[in-house]
């Protein structure tokens, strides 16, 4: 299982990979869960360690085609992994999966390898965002890399309070059934890790976990190197 932290400038991203972290994720905590950074900032992240990792970079919550194509191809040609999209204020699947095919197009036509990752909260119950369960058959259809399952709100209960532990591994089984990378996060901590690796996910994204006093602090290379032990707590030969 790969950790994934999210950083929201160059010095964050160095302390991030001095850690251990296996992805580097662009995001702005200040500004929601999926809070885009600016082109300039994802570029200094970038130029900072792509030599060391794959970046990533969360890119909002989608609204129309349109814009999630022009983002995701912005966002995408600076070189990083994938883009992540959520879809706060949409519950049509159908929708959602037009607007994942339209951050597909953006993505491809980078020219280079980036994907799309689908965002579904686990705190929306599919009131204000659409169905995890609903996300992962848009996703596919739409061609997308991967789904992570998150928390819109950082302020509320975590992935592991709002879901049973039957109810997240069926949903990672679910999705890797559909040929998808999964991710899952939403105020984990170390002591979830163990845990979260059982169910299978590929992916574990922290952002607080990995900061001094909560997620709009600081990212702290030790908090990241005790994250990533939790990962793989085996010695790799």
């Known amino acids: 299982m790969q950790l994934l932290v999210s950083v929201a400038d160059p010095t964050e991203a160095r302390r991030a990979v001095d850690g251990g972290a296996d992805l580097i994720d662009a995001k702005d905590p200040l500004n929601g869960a999926l809070g885009a950074v600016s ?18 970079a969360a890119l909002g919550d989608a609204s129309d085609e349109v814009s999630i194509e022009q983002l995701a191809f912005e966002y995408g040609r600076a070189g990083i992994g994938f883009v992540k ?3 706060a ?11 994942i095919a339209a951050a597909v197009r953006g993505a491809r036509a980078t020219g280079h390898r980036c994907g799309v990752v689908a965002v579904a909260y686990a705190d929306a119950g599919g009131r204000t965002s659409v169905d995890a369960t609903a996300l992962i058959d848009a ?40 040929g998808l990378t999964v991710a899952l996060a939403g105020k984990l901590t170390l002591d979830d890790l163990t845990f979260i690796a059982d169910t299978g996910a590929d992916i574990v994204g922290v952002r607080g976990a ?7 602090s600081r990212v702290v290379e030790e908090r990241v190197r005790a994250l990533k032990a939790g990962t793989c707590p085996e010695p790799v030969i």
């Open 89 to 99: 204020g949409i519950t049509d699947a159908r929708r959602v999966e037009r607007l």
């Open 39 to 56: 082109l300039g900032t994802l570029r200094q992240i970038y130029s900072e360690v792509a030599d060391r990792r794959v970046v990533t």
């Open 139 to 178: 996703a596919a259809r739409a061609k997308a890399t991967g789904v992570l399952l998150d928390t819109a709100t950082k302020e509320g209960p975590g992935l592991r309070q709002l879901m049973t532990p039957l109810a997240i591994e069926a949903w990672v089984t679910s999705a890797h059934r559909a």
């Open 85 to 87: 999209i959520g879809f």
């Open 210 to 216: 990995a900061c001094e006093i909560g997620r709009t």
